[in-house]
């Protein structure tokens, strides 16, 4: 009998380890070539296979190979990202998983690396043509008349900048000719500063130095270089003239301000200009009269100015994620991991030229009619607030159709009943089958052994 329960209980062990188990999401990345030339193109791929999120695919060394994204969405997919050869050297291209999760629904964390060796073009010197006239070559290098053509002339490549410097100020972070972008930040009341700086190849021309004017907050300047052989670096700096007694506000490891000039802001629709006390101040907000929702404007250290939504009571500010789509105003918002059906992947889709994140059902070898190329299937799950109405909920949008309405939980709910039902039913049959092979393989032995007993 203990036989029997122990074959029982492999068996269900083995039928439940085959229904649950998934494949882990993997990351890959891998190149056109392993060796290019200074001005060549090189295409660095990347495959998210059963992954989705936000990824950063970066060069160590941007001016030997430039390119890339410092945040870009990555979903079940193969992606191709062009690189710059810019300057002899080598440097490791690297994609790194900033905010994703696999097919589980689990937060997937890790990076993929190469490296790629940039040589420098190299021209070979061609013989002279012979004289028509049987003389001596004359003339200089490159003449026309009965000259040499001689050898052709190897431009440098070099677009760096030697130094960078802006005068009564200190930017960050401290000046390396392979850093690209810089930050300061300087007093209210700043109209204009002047940024001196010196090439490492005197062949090379610099473009955006001097006295440059300042307007209050985010200020974006660009010093370009380009080298001899025509080759571009742009270095930026980011100047942010601070505000008049600005109001911060921390939200994690970064710090913003709080935008309080009505003239540069768009609110979204179906929200009316206000006011709301932080600290001691009121400060300009947008109010929705319906769902109560409050969003300020904040603005990031590089003057990028975004719509938070603001918790008044735990002090708290959530990104706001508002699109018009269709008749409705949903304010898209985190999906609570209980109402998320197993099996959906998070992605994102395109609607009105706005990209929106939600969760789409990935299934292996699968494609869906919108677009043939990607597993998968036409609907995606989101969940938001009306703004019309104030109602949380589930809503499905169809890609296929273009369409997107209220998500009908009742009858997911019926055809979840159905299916567990007939999981029930598998195992149930399978549980018959089991015993009936025990009982029927132990009434044989217990007859063979009876015969030989008396044989």
């Not at 130094?163 to 972008?181: A, M, Q």
């Not at 003239?241 to 709080?258: A, R, S």
């Not at 939504?309 to 508002?322: C, E, F, H, P, R």
Request: net charge neutral; proline share 2%; aromatic share 10%.
């Amino acid at each position: 009998m203990k036989k029997i329960n122990y074959i029982i209980l492999t068996l269900l062990l083995f039928v439940s380890f085959k229904t649950v188990a998934l494949a882990s999401g993997t990351l890959s990345i891998w190149s056109n070539v392993s060796t290019a030339k200074v001005g060549q193109n090189v295409t660095i791929s990347v495959k998210a296979d059963k992954l989705a999120g936000k990824f950063s695919i970066t060069s160590s060394n941007s001016a030997v190979l430039s390119g890339g994204s410092s945040s870009e969405w990555l979903e079940n997919n193969t992606y191709s990202f062009t690189f710059t050869a810019k300057s002899a050297g080598s440097a490791t291209i690297t994609v790194t998983a900033i905010d994703a999760s696999d097919s589980d629904a689990e937060v997937f964390s890790g990076s993929k690396s190469l490296t790629v060796v940039v040589e420098n073009v190299t021209n070979n010197n061609s013989p002279a043509p012979s004289n028509p006239s049987g003389g001596s070559s004359g003339g200089s290098s490159g003449g026309t008349s009965g000259g040499s053509t001689g050898s052709k002339k190897n431009y440098s490549s070099n677009n760096n900048l030697k130094s960078l410097v802006i005068e009564g100020f200190t930017f960050t972070p401290d000046f390396s000719k392979e850093v690209l972008e810089y930050n300061l930040e300087v007093p209210n009341g700043t109209e204009k500063v002047k940024i001196s700086g010196e090439a490492e190849d005197s062949k090379s021309e610099i473009q955006g130095l001097g006295d440059i004017s300042l307007s209050e907050g985010a200020n974006k300047v660009e010093i370009k270089v380009i080298a001899e052989n025509g080759n571009e670096k742009i270095y930026v700096i980011n100047i942010n003239v601070k505000e008049l007694d600005p109001i911060e506000v921390k939200i994690g490891k970064d710090t913003f301000t709080i935008v309080r000039k009505e003239d540069s802001l768009t609110p979204p629709e179906n929200y009316v200009k206000s006011t709301i006390k932080i600290g001691k101040e009121d400060v300009l907000c947008y109010k929705n009269e319906t769902t109560d929702s409050v969003i300020l404007a904040l603005k990031n250290k590089k003057g990028e100015v975004s719509f938070y939504t603001y918790d008044a009571k735990n002090n708290k500010y959530t990104l706001y994620n508002g699109h018009k789509i269709g008749n409705l105003s949903l304010n898209i918002i985190d999906m609570p991991k209980d109402m998320l059906p197993s099996g959906y992947l998070k992605s994102s889709f395109t609607y009105d030229n706005s990209k929106i994140t939600g969760y789409q059902y990935v299934s292996d070898g699968v494609t869906y009619a919108a677009d043939d190329k990607v597993k998968g299937n036409d609907f995606y799950l989101i969940y938001a607030v009306n703004e019309l109405t104030g109602e949380k909920g589930l809503y499905v949008y169809d890609k296929l159709e273009n369409t997107i309405q209220r998500y009908n939980s009742s009858l997911f709910l019926t055809y979840q009943d159905k299916a567990d039902r007939y999981f029930l039913y598998f195992l149930i049959a399978v549980l018959l089958l089991a015993v009936s092979v025990v009982t029927f393989t132990t009434i044989l032995i217990k007859k063979k052994k009876h015969k030989n007993k008396f044989a």
